[in-house]
C-alpha cells in the first residue's frame, strides 16, 4: 500500500512558525496565538485578518506577501518546526508494510530535504514531492506514481483532500494543521481524526 503524507500541520507542527513570522512582519499586531489560528482554522486568510483589523492599503499587503514568501522557509524559521509527539514511531512501523511518500508545496527543494534529514526520516520515505510553487500536488504524483484505491493521502487541508480523491485514493484528514473540523468535513474524507498517529489504515 502506497501512503502519501502532507508535510506541515500533518507530520510536523508548522503553527508556531506562521504565527511567530506573521508577528515579525506585523508588529503592531497584539493577536495571541490561539486567537491567530481561530481565525486561521475559520478560513480567514492574511489579506482579510490585515486588511479588517489592521487597515491594511493593498500595496501595504501585497508587500507583506512578498516579505512572508522571502521568509517562510528560512532556516530561521524552519528551526521553529517540530515533528508532533509520536510521528517518527509511527512513520516507522507503517514502513515496514507500506511505501511511505512526502507530497508538500513548500517552495524550496533543498530547505526541505535538510529539515527532513534534520528529523532522521531520510530513509523513511520511498520518494519526497516538492511543488515549488510550480505545480500542483496531483500533478507531481499523477505523473510518477500509478495509484489505487487502496492509497491513501493524508492532510490537514481540503486541498488535500481534493489531491486524493483526484487520484482515487482513500483520504484521511487531521485536525492538528490550518482547517478545523466544520471546514474539513466540508471535503467528506473518508476518515478524520486529530492527530496522524489516531489512523487506521487498515
Do not use: C
Request: aromatic share 12%; charged share 30%; no cysteine.
Amino acid at each position: 500500500m502506497n501512503i502519501f503524507f502532507d508535510l506541515d500541520g500533518t507530520l510536523i507542527d508548522s503553527m508556531p512558525r506562521l504565527y511567530h513570522l506573521f508577528q515579525h512582519l506585523v508588529p503592531e499586531s497584539k493577536l495571541e496565538y490561539e486567537a491567530y489560528w481561530d481565525l486561521k482554522r475559520n478560513k480567514i486568510n492574511h489579506k482579510k485578518i490585515l486588511v479588517t483589523k489592521f487597515n491594511y492599503s493593498e500595496d501595504q499587503y501585497k508587500n507583506f506577501e512578498q516579505k512572508w514568501m522571502e521568509s517562510i522557509e528560512l532556516e530561521k524559521w524552519l528551526e521553529l518546526d517540530k515533528p508532533f509527539i509520536g510521528v517518527d514511531d509511527f512513520l516507522h512501523q507503517l514502513l515496514v508494510q507500506n511505501k511511505l511518500f512526502l507530497v508538500t508545496a513548500r517552495q524550496s527543494k533543498q530547505a526541505t530535504i535538510e529539515q527532513i534529514n534534520s528529523f532522521g526520516w531520510e530513509n523513511v520515505f520511498t520518494e519526497i514531492f516538492i511543488t515549488e510553487q510550480k505545480k500542483e500536488k496531483f500533478e507531481l504524483i499523477k505523473n510518477k506514481i500509478k495509484t489505487t484505491q487502496n492509497d491513501w493521502f493524508v492532510g490537514d487541508t481540503g486541498k488535500d483532500i481534493e489531491t486524493g480523491k483526484l487520484l482515487s485514493m482513500k483520504t484521511a484528514a487531521v485536525l492538528s494543521g490550518f482547517l478545523n473540523e466544520v471546514n474539513l468535513l466540508q471535503y467528506e474524507p473518508d476518515v478524520i481524526e486529530n492527530h496522524i498517529t489516531d489512523i487506521n489504515f487498515n
